[in-house]
């Protein structure tokens, strides 16, 4: 019995380790091909029995009985073969399936404890990829063409949209590489229709951002007709909303009914937004009855605010009073389905909460909710302005019943921004009276009502130039409320009004301190520092509110009149080309321009644009003036006549306009006066033709005289002074003659001047030249700057901007 027993070898008792590198042949699994009785139980029927385990069967033996003194008994298995572990004829069988980490047969041999097997070294290198092979090639491309997509995507956010489409173009034609190399290799069962469907619904979305409407088509025609991409009836709803862009309606309706009747009833959502595209498309199209059909359905199924405005609008149209005020109804009622405002209100001083609800007052989901609520507020304020003047009698009457139905409802806060409407409605009607009426019925109300309603206020009585009563009631606006930047703009007006412009500058500073983007306030401190002659500020405000504002006419003038100011004129013309540019018809700004190129030495550009100023707005004394003494400079008096005409027109008490028309007249001489015969069908025309033919030829032959004096004069001039003594008398009696030709045709005008006689007596002996024989210049305008108060009268004036 105690052969079996193996007793622990005494070791050092210090040794931790002792006893680890110990081996038990019963447990060498490495020799069991050696095992005669192995070997023999597995070619029986024995060993060939289904296997329990996944690799070694097992036998039905019975384990030995262990005492707790380490004797064990052997037990024979039903096959009579003997148990594994077990000794038989001095010959140990080893244990079949046991063996321990790190105990091998190497042990045996001396070697060391290695459980992790560190002695054999690194692991042997990864096997490299084979990039040659087809697949790891297809496999490639395929990830390229997934980052083309991506990157198109991306440069289309960004707003870089023919980068966008470029991406999405590269990206079209590796896929069709990627397709025929995989037809080459693989069956076409296995072709990535995800990744084609992906790349051709990117080309076709570019396409449709670049406005090429026709390529985004015909794109989307591909995937709607390839009948292996499921779901892609759907699409029809973007060729729908292209039709729509190119105002081809009838085609934008078919389309969206096919992509309505591909969608199954359980997306319902998508459902009811293809109907409201419908039902815009049917508004476009003036068919108001069917659009009312398709809002109504909406309405009934999944009610929303962009429906419920269009139906309103529908119902306007077709003049519908009842249904109009349903529609009202229906509109207030849809829910908005945000979080109240309390729910951002602090309950406790709790500091965690508190730090909780900072941090979710301005997140994106409370901006959202905020965007939702101001359209909502939106189309509910804009519905009401729209039916009020026709659902009832009168205006004030749908005014009260509009407020009658917002009071009832989630939107209380409205009812008082609607009677202010209605008091500006009246101001539009020009009942100035009824107007201050309605607005002093909110003086008793809550600040922030109170505040609205004395701003309006104070900007009708400053309208009225009553500055007095303006003031009062901005200071109550103020008071009210005074973050209000509105009421300390008006406020700052009436100071500026009284001439005190450092303290208006204080309150414009004030509104821009509590709103930033607040134009009018910005607009007017710069008129402010222009008062003050603080240019460079004034400047520096108007290029901050030109960034705000790009296409502000009155401040592009401003930018330019504080460039004159600094007497840099190369500025202010080009800030004024920038302002004919967006205002082309302006005359005051063309009259500017005239004035800067005159002012510049240049006539023929000063000339265009105050001819281009007349022609806009021809009762310009100043530019009437100019263009006058410009034809009159040019020699075209007869020209000039129509402009001074003008002039006596527009001011009859002015005799100088007449006496410029009788110097014209007199200044256009002979020629002038052919003209006004042949005009007048007087009988005398032939006479004074037949003279100013006589003139002109008269000047002819004195012109080829003179010519050919100068031409000969340098071989003549010898033998004049050779024969001067003997011809004395004969030259005198000629040269006498000769010196009164010669003046006689000095006095006549040459072909391209206007003729005017040597003596007043030719024409009229009565008449005299009430302005000597040189007139006097009339003052351009360059010499006299456009007056600053005038030009505030004007479209692009100084005027304030009150709220």
Not at 130 to 139: A, M, Q
Not at 397 to 405: F, I, M, P, S
Request: aromatic share 8%; glycine share 4%.
């Amino acid at each position: 019995m105690m052969q079996n027993v193996h007793l622990a070898p005494e070791t050092d008792e210090d040794d931790l380790y002792s006893g680890y590198n110990d081996y038990n042949p019963t447990y060498d699994t490495e020799e069991l091909e050696n095992d005669t009785a192995f070997q023999q139980a597995v070619r029986t029927s024995h060993g060939r029995r289904p296997p329990i385990t996944a690799k070694i069967p097992s036998t039905a033996v019975t384990r030995p009985v262990a005492t707790g003194y380490g004797s064990k008994t052997s037990l024979a298995s039903s096959m009579g073969r003997p148990m594994t572990g077990a000794i038989q004829d001095g010959v140990t069988r080893p244990m079949t399936a046991v063996r321990a980490a790190g105990f091998t047969k190497a042990a045996l041999r001396g070697s060391a404890f290695d459980p992790l097997g560190q002695s054999r070294g690194p692991a042997p290198p990864l096997e490299a990829k084979n990039e040659d092979s087809p697949e790891e090639k297809i496999r490639q491309l395929e990830k390229k063409v997934n980052e083309l997509v991506e990157e198109s995507c991306i440069a289309n956010s960004c707003g870089d949209l023919k980068l966008a489409l470029e991406k999405a173009k590269d990206a079209g034609r590796k896929e069709r590489v990627l397709v025929r190399q995989r037809e080459q290799v693989t069956t076409p069962e296995n072709i990535n229709l995800d990744l084609t469907y992906s790349v051709l619904f990117n080309l076709a979305s570019q396409y449709s951002a670049n406005e090429m409407y026709a390529e985004a088509l015909n794109t989307y025609q591909v995937i709607v007709k390839n009948k292996m991409f499921s779901n892609a009836g759907r699409l029809k709803v973007n060729m729908g909303n292209i039709y729509l862009k190119q105002r081809n309606y009838s085609k934008a309706i078919k389309f969206y009914r096919m992509a309505l009747d591909q969608i199954p009833s359980v997306h319902k959502e998508m459902r009811i937004k293809i109907m409201q595209n419908i039902g815009v498309t049917f508004i476009k199209t003036g068919q108001y009855s069917d659009a009312i059909n398709s809002f109504e359905h909406i309405m009934s199924m999944a009610p929303n605010l962009k429906a419920g405005f269009n139906l309103i609008l529908s119902y306007f149209a077709v003049g519908d009073r009842d249904k109009m005020k349903k529609a009202f109804q229906k509109l207030i009622a849809v829910p908005l389905e945000i979080d109240e405002d309390d729910k951002y209100i602090s309950p406790s001083d709790d500091p965690h909460t508190n730090l909780v609800i900072e941090a979710i007052k301005n997140d994106h989901l409370r901006q959202m909710e905020r965007e939702r609520k101001a359209m909502a507020e939106k189309y509910i304020m804009t519905a009401a302005k729209l039916i009020a003047p026709v659902i009832e009698t009168s205006f004030a009457v749908g005014y009260d019943w509009c407020v009658e139905v917002v009071k009832a409802s989630q939107y209380v806060e409205l009812a008082n921004d609607l009677e202010i409407n209605k008091a500006i409605t009246y101001l539009r009607q020009k009942d100035f009276n009824q107007a201050v009426e309605t607005l002093k019925m909110f003086e008793k109300k809550d600040s922030r009502v109170k505040s609205a309603a004395a701003t309006n206020l104070s900007f009708l009585y400053y309208l009225e130039n009553e500055f007095s009563q303006a003031s009062s009631y901005a200071d109550l606006a103020v008071n009210s409320d005074r973050y209000n930047p509105s009421a300390l703009t008006n406020k700052g007006n009436t100071v500026f009004a009284n001439g005190d412009y450092e303290k208006a500058a204080e309150f414009y500073k004030e509104a821009l301190r509590n709103d930033s983007s607040c134009t009018e306030a910005l607009y007017n401190i710069g008129l402010t520092y222009k008062k003050l002659n603080r240019l460079d500020e004034a400047l520096d405000c108007f290029l901050k509110l030109h960034a705000i504002l790009r296409n502000s006419a009155q401040v592009l003038y401003q930018i330019a009149n504080v460039y004159e100011l600094m007497e840099d004129p190369n500025q202010a013309i080009e800030w004024l080309m920038q302002l004919i540019s967006v205002v082309p018809t302006d005359s005051r700004a063309l009259s500017k321009l005239g004035e800067l190129y005159d002012s510049e030495g240049d006539k023929s550009q000063a000339f265009q644009y105050y001819y281009e100023s007349y022609r806009y707005f021809p009762s310009n004394i100043e530019v009437i003036e100019w263009l006058g003494a410009y034809y009159i400079d040019t020699q075209f008096c007869e020209k000039a006549i129509q402009y001074f005409e003008r002039a006596s027109l527009i001011q009859p008490t002015q005799v100088k306009w007449q006496l410029m028309v009788a110097s014209c007249f007199r200044r256009s001489g002979l020629r002038f006066l052919v003209r006004l015969c042949t005009d007048i069908g007087l009988k005398e025309v032939q006479e004074y033709a037949t003279k100013l033919k006589r003139l002109e030829k008269m000047k002819e032959i004195r012109e080829q005289r003179i010519k050919s004096g100068r031409d000969s004069s340098g071989g003549s001039r010898s033998r004049r002074e050779g024969s001067a003594g003997s011809d004395s008398g004969q030259n005198c009696s000629a040269s006498s003659k000769g010196e009164r030709l010669s003046a006689k045709l000095r006095a006549l005008p040459g072909t391209n001047e206007p003729y005017e006689s040597s003596s007043n007596k030719e024409i009229d002996a009565s008449y005299v030249d009430p302005l000597g024989p040189q007139i006097e210049r009339p003052k351009t305008a360059a010499k006299k700057r456009i007056d600053e108060d005038d030009f505030a009268d004007e479209e692009l004036g100084d005027d304030l901007l009150p709220e």
